[in-house]
């Protein structure tokens, strides 16, 4: 395994890949790396010739009173995951190689990255859409494989790669949840035990929205009525936005039929964490 750090090198290493007739498969990450970073680099170490883990703590998708400067960097043990994991180059650019001075280009996917997430975190998903279409550009992958964990993220790329013509194949692999229900996040080792326990509100409300919909449940508003309900129930929580909305669009839905996104984001301190699923009543 390789560290690769600078975007040059990168942008002649995987296209002498290329040429090589090798095929190359993409997990862009921030570190950190948990179970869930885990399984989107099984599934390329699985699917391609060669598998590059991009660590990046992208700073233009931090708003300003986020989390950038405490966002945790374990970079050795990260190192060591990817190893073992049979990851062949880590791609870890430095912020002043990825933003030179005189940076002015960004990617924006309209109105997909202005609601749920978008809308408490303005500028964001245009912070992650840049960063991937430059990481595409230096990595060239074949396919590129990102989390369910953060659904809107995953349309949105979907989308940028198909508008941008990107012939790369977007792959997005399953939320990895903790035995307790929490899904895995980088952002979980902020929680105190009490808060993690609170935190176990959000794959609860999700899984009270699954056993509604199964028992019959067709009207968004009552099914957010009742996850909102549930999570208020925790008195730190505090909610940004539980939200049913179609899986391409991200317009809510006026009846839960066909394949729907449950989406919730919620605080707990300072800390936010996201959850959802998928419901196909
Ligand atoms: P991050 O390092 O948080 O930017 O995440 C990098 C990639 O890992 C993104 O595509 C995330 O959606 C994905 N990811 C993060 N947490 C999980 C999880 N619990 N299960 C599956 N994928 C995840």
Do not use: W
Not at 76 to 102: H, N, T, W
Not at 135 to 163: E, T, V
Not at 208 to 235: C, D
């Amino acid at each position: 395994m390789r560290v690769i750090r600078n975007v040059k090198k990168m942008q002649a290493i995987s296209r002498s890949l290329k040429r090589g007739g090798r095929s190359i498969g993409l997990v862009p990450t921030m570190g950190a790396l948990h179970e869930g970073h885990v399984s989107l680099i099984r599934a390329s170490v699985k699917d391609n010739d060669i598998t590059i883990v991009s660590i990046f703590v992208n700073p233009i998708q931090f708003g300003p009173s986020e989390d950038f400067n405490q966002y945790p960097r374990p970079v050795s043990q990260d190192e060591a995951l990817c190893r073992k994991a049979g990851v062949d180059f880590i791609f870890q650019p430095s912020a002043s190689g990825m933003y030179p001075p005189g940076f002015k280009t960004y990617v924006d996917v309209r109105e997909l990255g202005d609601v749920l997430c978008g809308a408490f975190r303005p500028g964001h998903f245009r912070g992650v859409t840049t960063i991937v279409a430059k990481l595409f550009n230096a990595c060239s992958p074949d396919c590129a494989y990102f989390g369910q964990k953060d659904a809107q993220q995953a349309i949105i790329l979907k989308r940028m790669a198909k508008d941008l013509n990107f012939p790369i194949l977007i792959k997005v692999m399953p939320i990895v949840r903790e035995k307790s229900g929490l899904a895995l996040s980088s952002r979980n080792t902020y929680l105190s035990e009490n808060s993690k326990r609170d935190a176990l509100v959000l794959s609860g409300s999700l899984k009270l929205a699954r056993e509604l919909v199964r028992k019959g449940a067709r009207s968004p508003a009552l099914v957010i009525k009742r996850m909102g309900n549930m999570i208020n129930s925790k008195k730190p929580a505090k909610i940004d936005y539980i939200s049913i909305v179609d899986n391409e669009h991200l317009k809510p839905v006026k009846k839960i039929q066909g394949a729907c996104l449950i989406a919730v984001a919620a605080r707990f301190g300072k800390t936010r964490l996201i959850d959802n699923i998928t419901v196909r009543p």
